[in-house]
């Protein structure tokens, strides 16, 4: 459990005490709504604010201030959950009690993150151009790197087309063609608006109680902000109307199978948990209906699984096959859904999808980065603790599964295919 501590309008510490771990972590994460408008500008600037500060003016300077502080590992966050933006930092450093007596090196660290956040350096009133043109390509090479992964680039076109005219459907990183356009001038603009008009949500895991940090963060957001500060939403569609079929061809080997579907379910609804259970029985699990009878006992895919994005209430199922498979993978895919949505279940399916499940969730309680990515997520959209979790999954039966499966509707089937397909 974290305690909540308001250190300014608009920024909020989530503190655990715990002596779990030889080191601490925290994560600063700027709210942003994401949006095709300003998602490269958000992606690029935690990168160019670590490139080079006012006291440590270039990477080197700042390598080695890390290192003297044992070490310590400080990097960039561009996080999207649902269509909320995330971007900030976090950093992972040996904790305190774990130094030579009399040392500590918590505040040191939280006084870099202050470096960084307010002191960057700078050049006729803005970020240097150097840095930003060094960042904005480091970030294009990340856009492309995605897109060059077919699988990837499958999944980014069926969210194109299934989440046109939403804001989900613009990539995490936004698009090349607007990083390109991004200048020193409207990168600090960007920067200067958003301190001021975005919510800010810290958390920090460690031995320090949440009063010793709050009283280290406190003092980098101790200046005035504006308020209110309001969290960005995710417009959620609960069930899809009609089903579209699309067809990309291009120089592959292998085709590439994505199915997008509505679940009407997000994180914070009761029925949350049945769903995370049925995608683990669906295709979330190497145990699951996709991987044992379409991939195993039929071979009709060299991969097939299933995912869900939690705030925006999206189930995906991914596949790579032949292209003379199309249209058999297609409706053996739809027909495992068929039979979860009749509640063809057995125990032994349900058993060992729920301890895969069960691990997964007990092994984020052993890692400061998961339990960050959760505690964050549940921020953005509120759900349960961990423990609490666990407790609704061993609870659920096979009729809420099926209840759960009847409420997906598929909205898009995208297929990437070879040109002489």
């Known amino acids: 459990m974290t305690k909540n501590v308001e250190l300014a309008p608009g920024v909020t510490l989530r503190a ?24 490269a500008l958000d992606a690029l600037l935690p990168s160019v604010l670590l490139r080079a500060t006012e006291r440590y003016p270039d990477i080197r300077s700042i390598s080695m201030h890390l290192d003297e502080l044992y070490g310590t ?45 307010f002191h960057p350096l700078t050049e006729n009133g803005c970020f240097c151009e150097k840095n930003v043109e060094g960042e904005k390509q480091n970030l294009i090479n990340a856009i492309e790197s995605d897109l060059n992964d077919k699988r990837t680039y499958a999944t980014v076109r069926l969210l194109e087309t299934m989440c046109k005219g939403e804001a989900y459907g613009t990539p995490r990183l936004g698009r090349a063609e607007d990083v390109r356009a991004i200048t020193p001038q409207s990168l600090w603009a960007h920067y200067a608006t958003i301190l001021q008009t975005s919510r800010i949500e810290i958390f920090y895991a460690g031995r320090h109680t949440p009063e010793e940090a709050a009283a280290q963060f406190g003092k980098v957001f101790s200046g005035s902000r504006c308020a209110p500060f309001t ?11 009609t089903v579209r ?48 009878n379409v991939r195993e006992k039929r071979s009709l895919c ?34 495992e859904l068929d039979a979860c949505r009749s509640g063809k279940f057995t125990d032994e399916e349900i058993g060992q999808a729920r301890e895969y499940l069960v691990f997964a969730l007990r092994s984020t ?7 960050d990515e959760f505690y964050i997520g549940n921020v953005v959209s509120s759900g349960d ?7 609704k999954l061993h609870a659920l039966t096979a009729d809420d599964l099926r209840l759960a499966a009847r409420k997906l509707s598929v909205d898009t089937i995208y297929f990437l295919k070879g040109e002489n397909a």
Not at 385 to 391: A, H, N, S, T
Request: proline share 3%; hydrophobic share 40%.
């Open 245 to 292: 079929e699309v067809t990309e061809t291009m120089d592959v080997t292998q085709g590439k199978l994505v199915v997008g579907m509505r679940t009407g379910i997000t994180v914070s609804d009761p029925d949350y948990p049945a769903l995370l259970l049925l995608n683990a029985v669906y295709g979330g699990s190497v145990t699951s209906k996709l991987f044992r």
């Open 73 to 117: 590992s400080f990097g960039t966050l561009v996080r999207r959950k649902g269509e909320v933006k995330l971007t900030g930092f976090y950093a992972d450093f040996i904790d305190d009690a774990f130094l030579p007596e009399g040392e500590g090196i918590f505040a040191a660290v939280i006084d870099f993150l202050r470096e960084v956040l």
């Open 365 to 371: 309680m052993d890692s400061p980065a998961r339990l």
């Open 16 to 39: 655990m005490q715990t002596d779990k771990f030889k080191t601490a972590c925290f994560s600063v994460n700027i709210l942003r709504p994401h949006c095709r408008q300003t998602a």
């Open 385 to 391: 603790d961990i423990p609490e979790l666990i407790g």
């Open 231 to 241: 969290a960005a939403q995710t417009q959620i569609c609960r069930k899809a109307d």
């Open 302 to 335: 060299y991969y097939a699984s299933s995912s869900l994005d939690k705030y925006k209430g999206l189930m995906l199922v991914s596949s790579g096959i032949d292209f003379e498979n199309y249209e058999t993978a297609k409706q053996a895919i739809l027909e």
